[in-house]
């Protein structure tokens, strides 16, 4: 029975955990914003990292030094998830921009 690596998997706990750390809310309107400059920052950078190791692991499996497909798919499914974040913190901020717009004064 093939080894199974839970270093990936781990991974996309640790994501959740550093997201979840990020949201916690906090006084005053200058940490709010930056906040909030804080998590697009974190989800981008998670988004990008997870990309680039989904990247090599996939050429490492396509040229033949990765036998494991399980660990080339899981990095795949990371990088889909972290996309996945990034692109759900980026239309709530779009919908709350639009909110406070279409508030009056």
């Known amino acids: 029975m093939p080894d199974i690596d839970t270093s990936l998997v781990n991974s996309i706990g640790n994501i959740y955990s550093a997201t979840k750390e990020l949201l916690r809310t906090q006084t005053g309107a200058e940490q709010g914003e ?26 490492d499996f396509l040229s033949g030094n990765l036998d494991d497909l399980s660990t080339a798919m899981i990095a795949s499914e990371k990088a889909e998830i972290a996309l996945s974040l990034t692109v759900a913190i980026r239309n709530k901020a779009i919908e709350a921009y639009k909110d406070i717009m279409s508030m009056q004064v």
Do not use: T
């Not at 906040?35 to 997870?50: G, H, I, Q, R, T």
């Open 34 to 59: 930056s906040n909030f400059a804080d998590v697009l920052s974190k989800a981008m950078s998670l988004a990008e990292e997870a990309n680039k190791e989904n990247n090599l692991l996939s050429l």
